[in-house]
């Protein structure tokens, strides 16, 4: 190349280099391995792209017009290059200095004595490289086989799973009884409260005496009219009697006085019977109890105007306890004719009691759609109090299902699925299956196991169709 160019120059590893050329002139030459190339830039400037190869310029491209563009030699460009700016120019071989253009004196020192280095040198310098293809050309091994996934299963099984419902109510007396007057009338006194114990015989409350009083005495006093009316007609018809023995009276007179004793002694019948409601009035404004037990309500206060039949007290009575639940209809339809139900203390479990199904209402609660239910209890302890909170356990009958842990559940199509072990080759597939309930362990299956079928329990996260599996044990 004659003249400076200047321009840009990129050295490569493995001395490649490539100069992108501002070039004025005319003309530039560049030296291959075996010619020298020549190329005619068109008027102007123009870029070009040189590329070094063993020391020498290839001239590679140009973006010259066509009209004597630089002949191209193949060639490729390094990688990690470095770049800069420099101003070249031609340089006879041997003396290029960095940066100029031209063969380089060191490679061309060391190509002269590499080719008077002897040919048996060169034979063992090829050995390796003639062992690497050699072993490359060697029969590849197998892959290893991937190894088989540990796993935990169980064998499905159809077995009589009942389940048991459990529900939450409150003991109540057996026989309950709500105290009231008899009459109406004004309470004066109430005698016992909530939580008092009573006794057959024993006043719970007063009412104002004073009007059946009043009614008795005149009952009493007009018993005794009639009775001394009854005194008068009964020795009249004795006198008729006896002078119509004598004749000395007409018979129609003695039968006069005979109708007249008559009257009296019915009007001293009514009279007594009037005494004795008036009697029983005075009496039912003392509100007594009939049985033995214990005050858990109260419907009135002192000075209250109670009618009769108003609740004043609710006594339950002793000798039976029952466990009342509010069921849904759907355990009562489940539920075997004669159930046996456990109840146990809500706050001390270890308080427990057996009982039967004593009542069932024949109608469901209006607000609730649930039916009570009273539960019988057999010799309760002391400590199931009225009122106490109790849980009651029932066992409901049940056709025979395969029960399966809930971790052996996965999903194919957003539906629930197993993965089942082929006993044979170890290798899991996926199954769809349809669930009848959850229960608090285990999940029970309607559809897609028919027994028998090893299912995974313990890692079916990481499983795959067709993976080979090795079975730790059954799950528990």
């Keep these: 190349m004659t003249g400076a160019v200047t321009g840009r120059a990129r050295h490569c590893p493995g001395d490649h280099a490539v100069a992108s050329l501002q070039s004025p002139s005319p003309a530039m030459i560049g030296r291959g391995r075996d010619q020298v190339l020549l190329a005619t830039a068109a008027p102007g400037p123009a870029r070009w792209r040189v590329k070094f190869s063993g020391g020498l310029a290839i001239a590679a491209s140009s973006n010259a017009p066509p009209v004597g563009k630089a002949a191209r030699a193949a060639g490729g460009e390094g990688v990690n290059c470095h770049e800069a700016d420099m101003r070249l120019r031609a340089a006879p071989a041997g003396r290029c200095r960095a ?8 490679r061309a020192h060391h190509a002269r004595r590499a080719r008077r280095v002897p040919s048996w040198v060169r034979a063992l310098a090829l050995l390796p490289a003639l062992a690497a293809g050699l072993g490359a050309c060697k029969r ?8 088989a996934r540990p796993v935990r299963s169980i064998v499905a099984e159809r077995r009589a799973a009942g389940e048991t419902v459990m529900l939450t109510g409150q003991i109540k007396a057996e026989d ?7 009459i109406g009338g004004r309470m004066v006194q109430r005698l016992v ?3 008092d114990q009573v006794k057959p015989g024993q006043e719970l409350a007063r009412l104002d005496p004073a009007n059946e009083v009043n009614a008795l005495r005149t009952a009493q006093a007009g018993l005794a ?8 007609s009964r020795a009249a018809y004795e006198r008729q009697r006896t002078l119509l023995a004598q004749g000395h009276t007409p018979r129609a007179q003695f039968e006069l006085a005979e109708q007249a004793m008559r009257t009296a002694q019915a009007q001293v019948d009514s009279d007594e019977t009037q005494v004795r409601i008036a009697a029983d009035r005075v009496s039912y404004t003392i509100l007594q109890a009939d049985a033995a037990g214990t005050v858990i309500a109260r419907g009135a206060e002192p000075g209250e105007v109670v009618q009769a039949g108003q609740m004043i007290v609710q006594v339950a009575r002793e000798g039976g306890r029952d466990a009342v639940f509010d069921v849904p209809a759907q355990v009562l339809r489940a539920a075997p004719g004669d159930p046996r139900v456990t109840v146990t203390l809500t706050d001390d479990p270890t308080v427990t009691a057996v009982g039967r199904v004593r009542e069932v209402a024949p109608q469901a609660d209006p607000v609730t759609r649930t039916f009570e239910v009273k539960v019988g209890l057999t010799d309760p302890p002391a400590a199931m109090r009225l009122g106490a909170t109790v849980n009651g356990k029932m066992h409901l009958d049940s056709d025979a299902v395969i029960a399966i842990p809930a971790s052996a559940l996965t999903e194919i199509n957003r539906q629930p699925a197993v993965w089942i072990v082929d006993p044979a080759t170890l290798t899991v597939s996926l199954h769809a299956i349809e669930l009848l309930r959850f229960d608090p362990g285990p999940v029970v299956v309607a ?24 079975l730790l044990g059954e799950a528990g």
């Design 99 to 106: 940066g100029e253009i031209g063969p380089d004196p060191t």
């Design 140 to 147: 590849e091994e197998p892959a290893e086989a991937a190894p």
């Design 176 to 182: 309950q009884a709500a105290m009231a007057f008899r």
């Design 193 to 195: 409260n909530i939580g």
């Design 225 to 232: 009219a009639a009775q001394a009316q009854l005194s008068q």
């Design 447 to 470: 559809h897609g196991l028919t027994g028998g079928e090893i299912v995974v329990t313990a890692g079916v996260q990481a499983l795959h169709p067709g993976q080979k599996v090795r």
